[in-house]
């Protein structure tokens, strides 16, 4: 019993903008393929999907604080992770551990963290509306206590596909997600009070700030 989150909704994964004045552009994290550094990058905001871009692979990343019930989230994009559908969520998300979730679309990010809030922790993949598979970690979101021959086995079916997703071969789609959150690694990060500029020292509610 360790995930204490305020009641979500789906529209809680809608990063608000302006409707009289669409923001022109906005910050993204880019991934760096086998590293846990990040780039910032400034894209051009793409309306339709609330900035999500599969033709740019950039997909929106959120962080919930679940350990005090503070209501905390913080949202922004993400580039370069793969996914062509759905969603993938974790309660591993160093250093803090709170709950990370990546998707294309709100309602299977929605989906992804009303699944791990169901089995108290772990992993999920959330495809068309629906879990395709869960590994529960129930101590504390972060461990198993099932042994590692069936976690071995769970994760020998949720990572191939993973891939299957959209996230390139000999890319680990949860360890990667799983650092995602930590301030600490520059150059940009997601935490649950907002985006963090790591080379400023900086935070920023929202992606369209400056």
Not at 124 to 139: H, K, Q, S
Not at 144 to 157: F, H, I, P, T
Not at 176 to 196: C, D, E, H, K, W
């Amino acid at each position: 019993h360790a995930f204490h989150i305020k009641k979500l909704e789906r529209s809680d994964f809608y990063l608000p903008v302006d409707p009289q004045k669409q923001p022109e552009k906005m910050r993204v994290m880019e991934l760096q393929r086998g590293q846990i550094l990040t780039r910032e990058k400034i894209l051009d905001y793409v309306p339709r999907n609330n900035g999500i871009s599969l033709e740019q692979d950039v997909l929106k990343l959120a962080v919930l604080e679940r350990h005090m019930a503070t209501g905390h989230r913080g949202i922004g994009y993400i580039q370069g992770y793969g996914l062509k559908k759905g969603a993938i969520a974790s309660s591993v998300a160093h250093d803090s551990h709170n709950l990370i979730v990546i998707g294309d679309n709100d309602h299977d990010m929605y989906l992804a963290v009303q699944e791990l809030l169901r089995v108290q922790g772990g992993y999920t993949l959330v495809e068309n509306g629906e879990a395709f598979d869960t590994l529960p970690l129930p101590i504390m979101g972060l461990m198993s206590d099932a042994g590692y021959e069936k976690v071995n086995e769970k994760l020998a079916r949720m990572i191939p596909k993973a891939h299957e997703m959209g996230i390139p071969k000999g890319f680990d789609p949860f360890i990667t997600l799983s650092f995602m959150a930590l301030p600490v690694i520059p150059q940009i990060r997601i935490t649950p009070r907002g985006v963090y500029l790591t080379k400023e020292d900086r935070m920023i509610q929202s992606p369209f700030d400056h």
